[in-house]
């Protein structure tokens, strides 16, 4: 895939999570009526404005890669490509584990007073867009492995 291909999915994924980011701190600052409520937008017990700046932070980081990534230029170091592809695939399937289980838990497959029927398993906005973000580090590796090798 080229260059601009890396980038322009890179920059797909990052607007996904700057709709995420923007909904929840629209509901939060003006209760929108047509967004899920604020409770759904939130997955842990994180203080919002310490979730808030580190998505503020999560999306800096989305646009200088992409921006990188447009201009060809490499995103990390070549031994961090192994790492940082397994953090992802790894971070993907914890999160797709956690919305299956979920989704099972909240239906009562589980029973609904076991663990999987819990708030960490039932946040299925903030988990949906945790795979986004899984997403977008597998895709950070991806196009620097093949920066690696085009290097080489």
């Not at 604020?38 to 200088?64: C, E, H, N, R, Y």
């Not at 921006?67 to 060809?72: E, F, I, T, V």
């Not at 999987?116 to 945790?130: E, Q, R, S």
Request: charged share 10%; aromatic share 14%; proline share 3%.
């Amino acid at each position: 895939m080229s260059d601009a291909r890396f980038a322009a999915v890179s920059l797909t994924l990052g607007l996904a999570f700057l709709a995420r980011v923007a909904g929840q701190a629209s509901q939060r600052w003006w209760d929108v009526g047509f967004l899920p409520s604020q409770d759904a937008w939130q997955g842990s017990s994180l203080p919002f404005p310490a979730l808030f700046a580190a998505q503020v932070v999560i999306l800096a980081i989305i646009a200088v890669a992409t921006l990188r990534m447009r201009a060809g230029r490499s995103l990390f170091g070549r031994r961090w490509v192994r790492p940082v592809a397994w953090f992802g695939v790894l971070y993907f399937a914890v999160m797709a584990a956690r919305l299956v289980l979920g989704i099972g838990g909240d239906a009562g497959a589980f029973g609904g007073n076991t663990l999987l029927a819990g708030k960490w398993f039932t946040a299925y906005l903030p988990t949906v867009f945790h795979l986004v973000l899984a997403g977008e580090v597998m895709l950070f590796a991806a196009y620097q492995r093949g920066h690696v090798r085009s290097s080489l």
